[in-house]
């Protein structure tokens, strides 16, 4: 399997070496609460990792669903629900194959396509495409880390950089709908950016 495997994952989170980790959910998370743009509904957080996200949005009255195959990433997205005396429904599963019994009203997606090779993307878009209901929706923060190495062909991470290009392609119209650019830039504690983007999910494309 190209990219990090499970036990990667796995030992970064014991050793709590987590540069990608801002210690809180995303200031976009709380932007697209505020905005009613996110409003309760029955969601999936993939790729949930520490589980500020999940915490948050368990608060503000959302059916979460938090899958992660990083045991530790579920054990620790456990104890900050508890902590919080809130529910989510937790699942340790690998995102390239797990499958969902009903299909979702949302996904919240910040960390698990930048923590995949690009060699899986294509499957996990697929997952993707299978998770969301038609007329559901992505809320989606790509990781924008360009590095020099790219300019011979280097495919450098995680965080893998999510080029927007490559995005439209993963996710196209007329399966996805997508609103007009420019998106808005999140900045990162390690300086790097995310595009913050919406999409509507259409038809099951694939």
């Known amino acids: 399997m190209a990219g990090p495997t499970?036990?990667?994952w796995q030992q970064r989170f014991v050793a709590n070496e987590m540069p990608w980790d801002r210690g809180a959910a995303s200031p976009q998370l709380a932007t697209w609460l505020a905005s009613g743009a996110l409003a309760p509904c029955r969601i999936l957080v993939p790729g949930c990792g520490g589980g500020y996200e999940v915490v948050a949005l368990a608060r503000a009255g959302f059916d979460v669903t938090a899958l992660d195959y990083a045991p530790a990433a579920i054990t620790s997205t456990r104890e900050r629900l508890a902590q919080a005396n809130v529910r989510a429904t937790l699942v340790q599963a690998d995102a390239l194959e797990w499958q969902s019994v009903a299909p979702f009203d949302a996904v919240y997606e910040q960390t698990c396509l930048c923590a995949l090779h690009p060699d899986h993307w294509r499957v996990y878009a697929e997952r993707l495409d299978a998770w969301l209901a038609p007329g559901g929706r992505l809320y989606a923060l790509w990781m924008?880390?360009?590095?020099?190495?790219?300019?011979?062909?280097?495919?450098?991470?995680?965080?893998?950089?999510?080029d927007i290009n490559?995005?439209?392609?993963?996710?196209?119209?007329p399966c996805w709908e997508w609103p007009p650019p420019p998106y808005p830039r999140v900045p990162h504690p390690r300086g790097w950016v995310e595009l913050a983007v919406v999409l509507t999910h259409r038809n099951q494309g694939f």
Do not use: D, K, N, S
């Open 6 to 8: 499970r036990e990667f």
């Open 144 to 162: 924008q880390v360009l590095r020099a190495g790219a300019a011979e062909g280097l495919v450098e991470g995680p965080p893998y950089h999510c």
């Open 166 to 173: 490559a995005m439209r392609a993963l996710f196209p119209v």
